[in-house]
């Protein structure tokens, strides 16, 4: 069973930066790929940046070169920059286990980009 705690969200302005935490509790599979998801009120949860535990990465076109996910055993951070009203949202860790087609969310953390 694994566990994700987020935490770092908060109010912001914008051009501001907010880092991220997600800490993963149980054993992590080198299979595993850990990412970071959005849900603003009234839209579909997205995908924001996703890392591999070989360090691969991705992100969604709205947050390249803003963003940065990175990770350090079962953590994985995001630091946000250059932060804007539209990064507003709950952010949410997921840990995705392929070799047993599971999923693991954590409960989110909210970020808001206002002035």
């Known amino acids: 069973q694994v566990q994700l705690v987020e935490s770092g969200g908060g109010l912001v302005q914008p051009g501001g930066s907010l880092r991220l935490t997600c800490a993963a509790s149980?054993?992590?599979?080198?299979?595993?790929?850990m990412g970071w998801y959005r849900q603003a009120p009234g839209k579909r949860r997205d995908l924001v940046a996703t890392?591999?535990?070989?360090?691969a990465t991705a992100y969604a076109d709205s947050v390249k070169g803003r963003f940065t996910i990175s990770r350090a055993q079962n953590t994985v951070y995001l630091q946000m920059n250059s932060l804007k009203p539209e990064d507003s949202a709950i952010y949410y860790c997921?840990?995705?286990?392929?070799?047993?087609?599971?999923?693991?969310w954590g409960k989110g953390t909210l970020v808001t980009v206002s002035s």
């Open positions: 890392v591999t535990i070989a360090g």
């Open positions: 997921k840990l995705e286990r392929p070799v047993v087609a599971m999923d693991y």
């Open positions: 149980g054993t992590i599979f080198s299979s595993d790929t």
